[in-house]
Nanobody, 127 residues
């Protein structure tokens, strides 16, 4: 069993930065790939980024490539999402999710791969 808790959301002006954290409970956290998804008002939840078990495997949605960076610290059971050059269209509730299944590239976009989800943290980017 893994419990995920997101933090770090807030209100920021366009062009600013935020760092989200996803803290996990459970001693087997290092065996899970962790992804970030986001859901904007009135829209479906979509994939943002994923990091593999060791941190060497990373994938990003095209909309955030070059602006967002995902990382993990297995000693702290935490995954981070550094978000730079934020845009109003990045406004959403951000969720982290964990999976023990292997995926690559667009295969990681499928929500059904993920076994555990956090409650989400709100990110609002003002213009």
């Amino acid at each position: 069993q893994v419990q995920l808790v997101e933090s770090g959301g807030g209100l920021v002006q366009a062009g600013g930065s935020l760092r989200l954290s996803c803290a996990a409970s459970g001693r087997t956290f290092s065996s899970y790939a962790v992804a970030w998804f986001r859901q904007a008002p009135g829209k479906e939840r979509v994939f943002v980024a994923l990091i593999g078990w060791t941190g060497s495997r990373k994938y990003y949605a095209d909309s955030v490539k070059g602006r967002f960076t995902i990382s993990r610290d297995n000693a702290k059971n935490t995954v981070y999402l550094q978000m730079n050059s934020l845009k109003p269209e990045d406004t959403a509730v951000y969720y982290c999710a964990a999976s023990r299944k292997y995926c690559s590239d667009y295969g990681c976009y499928d929500e059904k791969l993920y076994d555990y989800w956090g409650q989400g943290t709100q990110v609002t980017v003002s213009s």
